[in-house]
DNA sequence: GGAAGTACTTTCCAAAAGGAAACTACCTTA
DNA sequence: TAAGGTAGTTTCCTTTTGGAAAGTACTTCC
């Protein structure tokens, strides 16, 4: 008989697997992580403010990535109506569920920077 | 005075998304958390499990993530001598460091599922 | 009236990512 | 000796991604 390894087949891997796609491609692209990451730290920033928080983003992608944010319900856009027009970003309650594992992202790079510097 | 947010300038912050950046570019790619997911499920698969296992995977793309993940040391490659040639690929104990992310991303995804089916 | 600040959008382009199919190579079974 | 299974590699092509720069639009300050 031929051993086959099937472990996918099981509806718990198959919705397991699916949701790891889900979560991948709602958060995908450069600089979705450092988004979020910036709004769950500091709430309702501005447009300019983020770029400039976000060391290296330009206004295409981050006005881009906004609004895929805010498609998603992970970020709230609200026009003000102040001198300058300005807008406040902030995270929303939904997006703040993101928080824990955005901490895993980055404990995990802590540590993986540690390993690598870790004989010094 | 001018106001400007500048919570990114805290060295904590700057450490944290260079950690995610690191995070995510190790881990860059379609296929990095199927393959690592797959494997933390069943150790020790085949070239060809893992494409039977991850839906959609082709060759080309399953033998490149699987180098970048070896190099990286997140998985271990053993050459096999049995009669038709295998190749065992299994997750490092390090790899495995990689399990509660994976685990956090999988929750989120069926989360956001049953958030978007909220009303069924 | 011109500079500067707000918040974007648009265009144009280069690089990276990824898929399909064919090919290599070696071994076993029928 | 042909088929089928192991484990890939290579080529060619399309799609996706993302950056730089310029443009839009409106307002306030000097």
Known sequence: MKKKAVINDTPVCQVRMQAISDTMSILSGKWKFHILGTLIEG???GFMDLLREIDGIGTKMLSKELQDLEMNHL?????????????EYAITEYG????????????WGIAYRESVHGGE
Do not use: C, F, G, Q
């Open 75 to 87: 970020v709230s856009r609200k026009v003000m109506d102040t001198k300058p027009i300005t807008v």
């Open 43 to 45: 709430d309702k920033l």
């Open 96 to 107: 703040a569920t993101l928080a824990p594992l955005i901490n895993e992202l980055a404990k």
